[in-house]
């Protein structure tokens, strides 16, 4: 490759126009006067240039600063005709050709929206990659919705900076399987090995969950960091997150983070560079509380859909609202086992904020609370604002939710974390999602991909009897 532009298309009396003039097609040898010949590719939607004696064009030249200068005018709607629709086209010249193709993005976006068309077509699952897998709850619950609505997803891949969480996942997450790839590494890692990211597949769908700590209130507070992007470690995953999509060419990525992640530079970073891939981007934030679930979490979720997709968050299908009491969930826990504690510390340290007026108070709940706060990923800490049972006849005495209970009150399957120590447990749940919510997701972006290959089939169809009746 000697040369690479992108230019416009232009228009002379309503015909497609692209000139092209210089130093670009004289290093590739066309020279005022030479001949050369046009070859049009309609199915790889490129126009090749070949520089070759006998050929019926000829480059036309011009005066340009005191010189000379080779001028080549394709001004042909039967020529231009593969590009119909496309503003821009790449040129790349090397020696004695050049090619005049769409822009790579455009032609990214056709690969991954016909790979998607075939697939569907013949009933494949559809193969998915998860970054910050953890234990896989995010893509557990999007699986689910998937087949609710009876399309299959193939888990492709996971990568997550904890191998062990990986480990356990591969054994305890129906959404893997046998031939699953285990990418126990940072991400910012991986997206740099130049090596492992060319064995990486193509995807069909991105899922991925970008570490929160950066953007949350309290990881900024802990921290003391001005905004997310400032967070030493997970600040800049943005630019990992982005590259991985430009490798694998999903025809949709679903992304969950925190509600205040919505208005980083990261995410606004996503929003354009998305768009300028060919996708369209969707948002909302999803709450516990619609769903049924004790735990009334919000998350942000972001669907973007390849061009020529048509997404409708007002479609996502909500429950009918119910009340539901902690109780529900509750193991059975002996009145005198070792886990019930006076926690005199944090009532200690709740007596002080208030006198302080830093408004810190304790979360105490019982069978009867028909919600619970948010469970964070340190629970295991037991820190002071984070839901603390009480316990049946002495009052004065606390616990911590159980694992399981806590899975309960995400409505996450227990499953996930079963064999896991209680404190990895609560750090994969509590980094985690409210379950019903995405499962929720998943159904409508199958609905969504049913929806658009039914319109697409009906097209095509409609194209083909054209073109015989003509």
């Not at 740099?192 to 193509?202: G, Q, R």
């Not at 802990?222 to 967070?231: D, F, I, L, M, V």
């Not at 999803?286 to 997404?311: K, P």
């Not at 909500?318 to 826990?333: A, D, N, Y």
Request: charged share 25%.
């Amino acid at each position: 490759m000697q040369n690479y532009q992108v230019v416009k298309i232009g228009s002379n009396r309503g015909i497609p126009r692209v000139w092209l003039q210089g130093r670009q097609p004289e290093q590739a040898g066309f020279t005022p006067g030479s001949s050369f010949s046009v070859h049009v590719e309609r199915d790889r939607k490129a126009v090749i240039l070949r520089r070759e004696e006998g050929g019926l064009r000829r480059v036309s030249r011009k005066e340009a600063g005191g010189k000379e200068v080779p001028v080549i005018d394709i001004n042909s709607l039967e020529t231009l005709s593969v590009f119909k629709g496309l503003e821009q086209v790449r040129i790349v010249t090397g020696q004695g050709v050049i090619y005049i193709l769409p822009l790579a993005s455009e032609a990214r976006k056709v690969e991954r929206i016909e790979r998607l068309r075939q697939k569907l077509q013949r009933g494949e699952a559809l193969k998915v990659g998860s970054l910050s897998h953890g234990g896989g709850v995010l893509d557990l619950a999007l699986h689910r919705g998937f087949g609710a609505e009876g399309l299959q997803t193939h888990l492709a891949f996971a990568n997550d900076i904890r191998p062990e969480l990986l480990e356990h996942a591969s054994s305890a997450n129906p959404a893997w399987r046998p031939d699953t790839v285990a990418l126990g590494a940072p991400m910012q890692e991986l997206v740099f090995d130049a090596w492992a990211m060319s064995k990486l597949s193509e995807v069909d769908a991105l899922f991925a969950g970008i570490p929160c700590t950066g953007a949350s209130l309290s990881g900024r507070a802990k921290n003391g960091t001005s905004c997310a992007e400032a967070h030493p470690d997970v600040g800049h995953l943005v630019v990992a997150f982005l590259a991985i999509i430009s490798k694998v060419n999903p025809a949709l990525v679903v992304l969950e983070n925190v509600v205040p992640y919505a208005n980083t530079a990261s995410m606004f970073i996503i929003r354009h560079q998305l768009r300028d891939l060919g996708y369209v981007v969707h948002e909302t934030v999803l709450d516990g509380a619609e769903f049924n679930e004790l735990e009334h979490r919000q998350r942000m979720c972001m669907v973007a859909v390849t061009e020529g997709i048509s997404f409708d968050w007002s479609c996502l299908v909500k429950p009918e609202r119910r009340e539901r009491r902690l109780g529900e969930i509750l193991e059975s826990v002996a009145d005198d086992a070792p886990c019930w504690s006076e926690m005199g510390y944090l009532k200690a340290k709740e007596e002080r904020d208030a006198a302080a007026g830093k408004g810190f108070a304790m979360q105490i709940v019982g069978p009867e609370s028909t919600k619970v706060g948010t469970i964070g990923t340190g629970y295991a800490k037991n820190r002071s604002t984070e839901p603390k049972v009480q316990h049946p006849s002495r009052p004065e005495l606390l616990r911590l939710l159980t694992p399981r209970e806590h899975a309960a009150c995400k409505g996450i399957p227990a499953e996930l974390v079963e064999g896991l120590s209680a404190t990895t447990a609560h750090e994969v749940l509590g980094q985690s999602i409210v379950f019903s919510a995405f499962v929720a997701v998943g159904e409508l972006l199958a609905r969504t991909l049913k929806r658009w290959f039914s319109v697409a089939e009906v097209q095509e169809n409609e194209l083909a009897a054209l073109l015989m009746a003509a």
